[in-house]
């Protein structure tokens, strides 16, 4: 079980039992101490209380390498991980992600949450922390705006407006550099992080920014302005902090946890799902697509709008489907002759009372519609978002073909309700030996697996940039009202 928590259950707990005791006559206080608490105070660990309380509590940071909430809920590469071991202990989990790295070490060096999980570097010079054995490496890198003159050795950095997250490990790593290289020069803040970083850059409010290789191939679809110029330093450990001055027992369950992971190929696969896959777009793609969307969605958003009211679909994942069929041209025509900004097909538009389908706002609606009909026809076990990427495969493919996928999941073991298993089977419908067996036969299954994948993708764009335009518009406010602190601290070159 998961439970977001953002003030401490462990605080809240021993408040009660301080007003317990105030309210509580001595002696009985002292009879109720000597008859109940002696054994297990005297057999209490860190491993025990949590088992006894039954949550586990987790400092974190809200980044897309760490922790974050999706629309299917809480994810992220840390977040899975701790999730495990949180299963493993069979505890629930309590998360407070509203801290920087900062925030997350003081945390835990007080005392008041179990585990700092927020991408944080092993730190061997802490006193008031202990870590865990390692996790994966992190290879510290600069990424640079476009349109600079690429820098290809430490020597450019010189001059350069460079910008870090203080606390993240690499200004370490810059402070190292700096003993040979004295010029170097940057500045860095607790306040701030790598997406906020790699948005500075794409804007030119920042030249170049340190970042680690993985948060940037995980964040660089969305700056698309923003390319990776040259490693610097060491790689880094990732490690989980605890605190100092307590028992090793949750340290020690930890490791075991992390070694078993690692035995296993786990630890390996958690990685490679999360920051092993090259990006689904390239920098051009994505380019163009936010290039389009700021000259062309503005027109139709009202009406995606309108349509996700009238279906119960997110407007963006309406706009992402137009994008994906017609880059939003009302009047596109394929070879085979559907047509519009959604390419319904003369016998969709005719099912779904479309009489014009190069009018862009019948074709919106019509395609919307056509999308709830099909979502609708998806069977009652497949839960979302797996029914969500099943419904628009079969809009490109049609849903008898979706069927046979599904069939040929069950004839090969797979769970036919999840999407993982219907994008392996899909490519198969290409294939004489699987898709004889099948009612509806040859398919073009793996375009309609990358027609789900782009949609994805186009879908997790728009939401950033929409998400992004809400975070400016509240720092712009709050610089107007001038309640803004500094951001930046700059570190300047060895005298």
Known sequence: MYRHFRRTTRQIAGLLTALLLLLTPARAISTWAGELMPTSLTTHTALADIQQRDFLEIATRNTPATF????????????????????DLGVSLAVENDHHIGGVLDQVASGRTDIGAAGLVLDRQRQDVTYSHPIMSMQPMVAYR???TPPKKIEDLDGLDIGTVAGAGTSRVLRELQQAHPTLTWRESHEIETTDLLGMV????????????????????????????????????????????????????????????????????????????????????????????????????????????DTGFDWKLLAAVGYQESHWKPDAVSPTGVKGLMMLTRATASHMNVADRRDPQQSIEGGARYLRYLHDRIPEEVAEPDRTWMTLAAYNLGLGHLYDARRLARLQGHDP????????????????????????????GNVAALYVRNIKRYEEILTWVQRSQRQFSSLARATASNNVPPVFETVPPVP
């Open 146 to 148: 476009r349109g600079m």
């Open 417 to 444: 309700d999840q999407w993982d298993s219907i994008k392996r089977m899909l490519p198969l419908l290409q294939e004489s030996s699987w898709y004889n067996q099948v009612e509806h036969g040859f398919a073009r």
């Open 68 to 87: 974050y909430e999706s629309r299917q809920g809480p994810t992220g590469f840390e977040f899975e991980l701790f999730r495990r071991f949180a299963d």
């Open 202 to 309: 794409e804007s030119g409010e920042l030249d170049a920014a340190v970042v680690y290789a993985h948060e940037f191939k995980l964040s660089r679809l969305f700056f698309p302005n923003v390319a990776g110029a040259l490693t610097i330093g060491e790689p880094v450990t990732l490690a989980w902090a605890f605190p100092a001055r307590t028992d090793p027992s949750l340290v020690e369950r930890a490791n075991t946890f992390i070694d078993q992971m690692r035995r296993s190929g786990e630890l390996e696969l958690l990685t490679q799902q999360y920051f092993g896959h090259d990006d689904y777009l390239e920098y051009v793609g994505a380019r163009r697509f936010i290039a389009q969307a700021q000259e062309n969605l503005g027109q139709w958003l009202p009406d995606f709008k309108r349509a996700a009211g």
